[in-house]
């Protein structure tokens, strides 16, 4: 917003899964509802654990390309980016996505928000809180 240059590693050719704030709240939301229990067989392989545990990936599920995600936010602001294609950073990855099986077959949910809608909707959120 402040027409500075935003920096894109990678030279943009990076994947993620992004995930809307929402959806992350709403999985975290299912997991304190539903605590683990000695019965769900949780804590597997290591059953030394005092307490029954689960991990969970909340996450989108769906991969979408950098630059992708950068035209959708301009589409949302209404004004170009201006880039600095930079290299790759030590220790990054070029590609990530969540696997939200256990989440899905052990409480039922799946983050259901489209990338370009939730961009859309913290971009209303950000002009709204600061008046811009």
Do not use: C
């Not at 992004?18 to 683990?36: K, L, M, N, Q, S």
């Not at 990936?57 to 390309?65: D, E, L, P, Q």
């Amino acid at each position: 917003l402040k027409d500075e240059p935003i920096p894109v590693f990678n030279r943009g050719e990076m994947v993620r899964d992004f995930t809307y704030v929402d959806d992350i709240v709403e999985g975290v939301v299912r997991v304190i509802d539903r605590p683990a229990t000695v019965s769900d067989g949780v804590n597997e392989p290591d059953r030394s654990a005092s307490a029954p545990w689960r991990i969970f990936n909340i996450g989108n599920s769906h991969r979408v390309a950098l630059m992708d995600y950068i035209q959708a936010l301009e589409k949302a602001l209404g004004k170009q980016a201006t880039l600095d294609l930079l290299p790759m950073q030590d220790g990054d990855v070029p590609a990530t996505e969540a696997d939200v099986t256990a989440l899905e077959s052990d409480l039922g949910y799946r983050p259901k928000e489209r990338v370009e809608e939730g961009i859309q909707h913290f971009v209303d959120w950000y002009r709204s809180y600061y008046r811009e």
